[in-house]
Nanobody, 116 residues
């Protein structure tokens, strides 16, 4: 079955960095676009970044452009989110995602807290 397992979250001060990882299994990882979403308390889950199956194309939410970088290693079935210059408004649970035939698959999420 499909599994998406995120890691790398934690508590960081404003201006700091974190790298999130998501290890995928149960599907042909290299064939699919992958995305990171985030959900802050009391808010909807929002798209943060997407990467094409080969990694050649990426897209970002305006709020993270220039600060976050999505990447992938198809040999390791892993997608990453490098987050730099973190701000308190980046505090959220971050989820790895892919979609197939109209079905969205999610990991369990990893908490990122940006606070001094």
């Amino acid at each position: 079955q499909v599994q998406l397992v995120e890691s790398g979250g934690g508590l960081v001060q404003p201006g700091g960095s974190l790298r999130l990882s998501c290890v995928a299994s149960g599907f042909t990882f290299s064939s699919y676009f992958m995305s990171w979403y985030r959900q802050a308390p009391g808010k909807e889950r929002d798209l943060v970044a997407t990467i094409s199956s080969t990694g050649g194309r990426t897209n970002y939410a305006d709020s993270v452009k220039g600060r976050f970088t999505i990447s992938r290693d198809n040999a390791k079935n892993t997608v990453y989110l490098q987050m730099n210059n973190l701000k308190p408004e980046d505090t959220a649970v971050y989820y790895c995602n892919y979609a197939s035939r109209g079905v969205y698959y999610w990991g369990q999420g990893t908490q990122v807290t940006v606070s001094s």
